[in-house]
C-alpha cells in the first residue's frame, strides 16, 4: 500500500463530527472548575473549541489542496476562510451570542462547497466541508436560539 488508509485519513474528521454531537458542557465551564482548577489568573472566557476544530479543518483543508495538487486558489480560499472561522470562532468565546462571523463564514461555505459537491459528488473535499459546514450553521443556531439563563 503507498499510501495511509481511510480509517487514518479520516479519524480527525470523526472526532470533530462526534465532538458537535457529543456534550458540549466542556464549552460553558465556569471558573473554578476541573478545567482551570480555580487558578488566580483564570478568566470567564470559555473557548469554542469545535469552532476552533472547524477553523482548523477548514484552512488545513486548504492547505492539502495546495501541498496535493498544487492549487492557488485552494489555498488562499482555506486560508481566508479558516481566518474567518478562526476569528469567529475567538468572537464566540468571548460572547456567546456574538455568532454573527462565524455563522456568515460557516453559511458561505456550506452553500459553496454545497454547490461544489452536488455537481461533483464526490465527498472529498466538497462534501466533507459542505458537511461540517451545515453542522457549524446548525451549532452556531441553536446556540443563537437558546434563552440565555436568568441569575437569581
Not at 460572547?95 to 461555505?109: F, I, K, Q, R
Not at 457549524?136 to 437569581?152: D, E, H, N, R
Request: proline share 4%; with cysteine; aromatic share 12%.
Amino acid at each position: 500500500m503507498s499510501g495511509p488508509n481511510t480509517s487514518q485519513t479520516m479519524f480527525p474528521y470523526f472526532l470533530l463530527v462526534y465532538s458537535v454531537f457529543s456534550n458540549s458542557s466542556l464549552l460553558h465551564e465556569e471558573t473554578g472548575s476541573f478545567l482551570n482548577n480555580g487558578s488566580a489568573f483564570a478568566t470567564n472566557m470559555s473557548v469554542d473549541w469545535i469552532g476552533c476544530g472547524y477553523a482548523t479543518l477548514v484552512a488545513s483543508g486548504g492547505v492539502i489542496g495546495y501541498v496535493k495538487a498544487g492549487s492557488v486558489p485552494s489555498l488562499a480560499a482555506g486560508l481566508l476562510f479558516g481566518g474567518l472561522a478562526g476569528f469567529g470562532a475567538y468572537q464566540v468565546s468571548n460572547d456567546p451570542n456574538n455568532v454573527w462571523v462565524s455563522l456568515a463564514t460557516s453559511g458561505a461555505l456550506s452553500a459553496i462547497m454545497g454547490k461544489r459537491f452536488y455537481g461533483s459528488r464526490k465527498f472529498m473535499p466538497a462534501g466533507l466541508i459542505a458537511g461540517a459546514s451545515l453542522l457549524m450553521v446548525g451549532k452556531l443556531s441553536l446556540t443563537f436560539l437558546q434563552k440565555p439563563t436568568g441569575s437569581s
